[in-house]
């Protein structure tokens, strides 16, 4: 299980997060993780990225906690050949498996390959 701080900020799980962007890139129909942050968030990555960079896209996944309450975001790519909402809940289920009891859950799917 990760652990979680109580702030109202991100949380610092720097060294769950390889494992968390593992267990997704494991589930049957993710092609690829993404970092869940908006566009504004990724500017400099993506400014970087143009620039030649190494490291341009992170795959991350984004844990916080609001008024006590763990918030889990990934964001994900699947296969054309598999269903993408059925891959959507086994990362889903991967992820409650891996966090508190009480997390809610968040997957977005930004592309199918």
């Given at each position: 299980m990760t652990r979680l701080s109580s702030a109202h900020e991100p949380a610092d799980h720097s060294e769950d997060q390889p494992d968390l962007v593992a267990r997704i890139r494991a589930v049957d129909g993710v092609t690829d993780v993404y970092s869940p942050r908006s566009a504004i968030a990724r500017i400099p990555g993506l400014i970087a990225a143009a620039a030649g960079a190494d490291g341009d896209r992170v795959a991350e996944v984004a844990v916080t906690v609001r008024d006590g309450m763990?918030?889990?975001?990934?964001?994900?790519?699947?296969?054309?050949?598999?269903n993408t909402p059925a891959a959507a809940r086994r990362v889903a289920d991967a992820l409650l498996a891996n966090t508190p009891d009480d997390a809610q859950i968040s997957i977005q799917i930004a592309r199918i390959h």
């Open positions: 763990p918030l889990v975001a990934a964001r994900i790519a699947t296969a054309s050949h598999d």
